[in-house]
């Protein structure tokens, strides 16, 4: 209890002294002694998320009940919500027709008074993937190369956590690497990537690769889709930086396509909110879930960074 209380106020000091600093600096980095016996880990401390009460929205604490589930297990769930309405075994998902399951979900929309079209899914437990003990080392390094090139820290945290955090990953669709970057993508940021070679494996050149994509494209493209609806930002807003996310992970037209639809007069968590329930061009529902996993990674690794470790520095 007395350990608790020590980080809880280290974490609150250290969250002042974000605070009072210059809208453009970066967040405090600290340095997390306890986790590992035989090296310390350097993370961001991301308390505004708590400051702004990100950490009581639906979505994030939907994927954070997925994350510490198993695989075998599921929650029939609200798409539009992210409401659980019940945990199931998979096993027991599987053996009911799809008659079956149609009823369940039928029945659900009549409860809850929900529209015909409203989608009920099923969705797996996803604990085997987001090992966030295994990502938790390369993230100080993350942070720091990052920093390097003058690229806000808050992405490759962020990244790290939701994009590779058990294994080197390769998706569906061909993306690679720490931090998920297309072949395409990371040619043409000077990576090499062909039969004899793929850099993406590398983590410094996949982390310097990232962090040139967000400030050249990432940054600049959003600040345009901004600057011509006249909406106020800064580059430390926690919206802001979920948008920056969004166009990582969807690219700039998509995410236009989708603002375009909201059509805003001011950046807020509600945009962001209401872009989770958006739909334009590419901008699906995996795009939609993106920033959603951001928040809810981010929280997971506070959560064990304050009930497991000995004590946090500030590295600044």
Not at 39 to 64: G, H, K, S
Not at 190 to 219: H, M, P, Q
Request: proline share 3%.
């Amino acid at each position: 209890m007395q350990k608790l209380i020590i980080i809880s106020l280290l974490f609150g000091a250290l969250l002042m002294v974000s605070f009072t600093k210059e809208k453009e600096s970066y967040d405090e980095v600290v340095e997390v002694v306890g986790l590992s016996d035989t090296t310390n880990y350097n993370f961001l401390n991301t308390e505004q998320l708590y400051v702004e009460r990100w950490d009581t929205l639906a979505q994030p604490q939907f994927w954070r009940t997925l994350m510490n589930l198993p695989s075998d297990s599921a929650v029939i769930n609200i798409a539009s919500t992210r409401q659980i309405i019940k945990k199931i075994a998979i096993k027991e998902w599987d053996k009911l027709s799809d008659a079956q399951k149609d009823g369940i979900r039928d029945s659900i929309r009549t409860y809850y008074f929900l529209s015909a079209d409203e989608k009920v899914f099923m969705t797996s437990g996803k604990n085997d993937f987001y090992d966030f003990k295994k990502v938790m080392p390369s993230i100080g390094r993350g942070i720091e190369v990052f920093k390097e090139n003058n690229v806000d820290p808050f992405y490759a945290q962020a990244i790290l956590l939701i994009e590779s955090p058990n294994k080197l990953q390769k998706s569906p669709v061909g993306a690679h690497g720490s931090f998920q970057l297309m072949k395409n993508v990371a040619i043409m940021l000077g990576l090499k990537v062909n039969k004899y070679e793929d850099e993406r494996k590398d983590f410094d050149k996949s982390a310097w690769a990232a962090a040139k994509l967000i400030r050249t494209v990432c940054v600049p493209e959003l600040n345009k889709i901004l600057d011509e609806r006249c909406i106020e930002y800064q580059a430390n807003d926690i919206w802001y930086r979920l948008l920056v996310l969004h166009v990582y992970h969807a690219g700039a037209g998509n995410v236009k396509k989708a603002i375009d639809v909201i059509n805003p007069e001011k950046g807020n968590m509600e945009l962001i909110t209401t872009l989770w329930q958006t739909e334009a061009a590419g901008f699906r529902n995996a795009s939609q879930n993106y920033s959603q996993l951001a928040l809810a990674s981010m929280l997971e690794l506070n959560d064990i960074v304050y009930h497991n470790c000995h004590s946090i520095h500030s590295k600044n």
